[in-house]
């Protein structure tokens, strides 16, 4: 009984503090969505809110970085997402080439750094 | 509702959905004959994708984290099925490997999640048909993500409406098997993969949104929401303010509105 409820502990966990608290926020959505049709004013300010909450994720995961991210020094970090951007406008918006010129800058950097 | 889109970004999703799937109704929109094209269409489309790639990088990186903080695979590829969001998995798992207390896990995870609800609130009522039921609503709610919310509000402008369901639940389910194989691979990748790789896996999160969020951005109101979030985030952050993140939406998200405002009274 007791290994039973031991293997099935990081399951519960993963519901409870993983899925749950994650989940609120669709749910909360899909019920403030009921009411809103596809001309609504209001989704204009939704979708600002939306891609604003976005970008201060993009900032906050580039300056304050997580796990081995932290190793890379924050300049370096700074200028990768810069050639990133410059890549995407210089390729005619190419997310793909914006993301690979972001990603050899900050890898080849760090290398280059001997990190 | 055309209004907010510009003529010419209307023109040019109606003809890149037509390039990519044929078949174009005479408003414009894409004509999948059943749900079920329509499922595989959106599963092509999320191929076809720069994030199902982007996805599989970062998700080699979260099934390896699972692997380090010794939770299962079954475990590792439940967690992507049904958090199923990136930065919320990350802090799950090292906060829980870490021995975090459960309150302050399940709050960190909770906080990283309320960018999702304006995403839902922003996406749902553009997959409404007449004949759609609310049931069919829950599975996109639970599917929204950055990458899914991204391509979906990109590309059902050229579907026809009663197939935009179908299509969204295709792109994230062709999303899903992505991230699911890399969460197996990076599994049992865990060990071997350098500090460099991981960093440069870690990466991909915050470049891939930042770019394909600003080629979304197409509207004065976007724009100007993505440059304040930048900007009002961070500092935020630096100040140590409680709930940063959702405070940088709202300030962020309001200001760019009253810009927009401002600037359709002025015309």
Known sequence: MNALAGELWPYLL?????YLPNEIWRALGFFAARGLDEGSEWLVWVRAVATAVLAAVIAKLTIFAPGAL?????????????CGVAGFYATRRSVFVG???????LIGGAYLLSL | MRSIMRPMSVARVALNAVATHGGAMPGGATNFETSGAAFLGGVRAAWLSVFAYVLFGTYIGIGALAHDFNFSLLWATLSTVLVWAGPAQVILISALGAGSSLIEVAVAVGLSGVRLLPMVV????????????????VLPAHFTAVSMWVESMRLIPGIAVERRVAFVNGIASGYMMSA???TVIGYYLAARLPNLLTAGLLFLTPMSFLVSITRNSVLLVDRLALVLGLVIGPALAYAAVDLDILWAGIAGGTLAYVGHRIREALR
């Open chain 2, 180 to 182: 699911l194989l890399a």
């Open chain 1, 70 to 82: 932290a190793g890379v020094p924050l300049a370096l970090r700074l200028v990768a997402v810069g």
């Open chain 1, 99 to 105: 993301v690979l010129t972001g990603e050899i800058v």
């Open chain 1, 14 to 18: 993963l519901v409870l503090v993983g």
């Open chain 2, 122 to 137: 922003s996406l749902l009522p553009r997959l409404k048909a007449p004949q759609t039921r609310a049931r069919d609503l």
